[in-house]
T-cell receptor, first 113, second 108 residues
Framework: NAGVTQTPKFRVLKTGQSMTLLCAQD?????MYWYRQDPGMGLRLIHY???????AKGEVPDGYNVSRLKKQNFLLGLESAAPSQTSVYFC????????????FGQGTRLTVV | AQKVTQAQTEISVVEKEDVTLDCVYE???????LFWYKQPPSGELVFLIR??????QNEISGRYSWNFQKSTSSFNFTITASQVVDSAVYFC?????FGKGTRLHILP
């Protein structure tokens, strides 16, 4: 049982480079989320998806894009990375948005230099 | 707007002491769910408990207990007889909105 898997686990980017973080879940969950975790800031929601082909903005969406072409995958893209995007990124999935717990991936530590 | 406040940034207690982590939330919804998650030093996030807005009964699971009070919009978490393994960051969440977390240090 893999649960939620994030790829890659670590990455260093130069300012202006682009990259995509991949999240895959094998629990047939409808809902998927991308969060960033920064010291003292807790977890902040970037984007989320309520099903295949649908996405919505969270609290801090600027500088990020997402896609959910397949139910099991949720991609987070950085088109032009900035040092302010240095963070730990967590993907999560849940059966429903309101009343079930989220299952989290192990995180991706991204450093933008 | 929905908001979760965990006013305690960091707490240190000596092993076997009891400790309470505070969580205050804001929402205009009448139906909502609250959660607690644990993030140990290894970094993963682990679900601890879910509570809906219609159930104000306290919950106990081993050394962990939760006190939900709708009147004060609080959902506090108590660890009884703390252990070093309880050292972690604890997050309170209102649906998918998280508080900033409380870092708990249990000193041997």
């Amino acid at each position: 049982n893999a649960g939620v898997t994030q790829t890659p686990k670590f990455r260093v980017l130069k300012t202006g480079q682009s990259m995509t973080l991949l999240c895959a879940q094998d629990m047939n969950h409808e809902y998927m989320y991308w969060y960033r975790q920064d010291p003292g800031m807790g977890l902040r929601l970037i984007h989320y998806s309520v099903g295949e082909g649908t996405t919505a903005k969270g609290e801090v969406p600027d500088g990020y894009n997402v896609s959910r072409l397949k139910k099991q995958n949720f991609l987070l893209g950085l088109e032009s990375a900035a040092p302010s995007q240095t963070s730990v990124y967590f993907c999560a999935s849940s059966y429903s948005r309101l009343n079930t717990e989220a299952f989290f991936g192990q995180g991706t530590r991204l450093t933008v230099v | 707007a929905q908001k979760v406040t965990q006013a305690q940034t960091e707490i240190s207690v000596v092993e076997k002491e009891d400790v309470t982590l505070d969580c205050v939330y804001e929402t205009r919804d009448t139906t909502y769910y609250l959660f607690w998650y644990k993030q140990p030093p290894s970094g993963e996030l682990v679900f601890l408990i879910r509570r809906n807005s219609f159930d104000e009964q306290n919950e106990i699971s081993g050394r962990y207990s939760w006190n939900f009070q709708k009147s004060t919009s609080s959902f506090n978490f108590t660890i009884t007889a703390s252990q070093v393994v309880d050292s972690a960051v604890y997050f309170c969440a209102l649906i998918d909105i998280f508080g900033k977390g409380t870092r708990l240090h249990i000193l041997p």
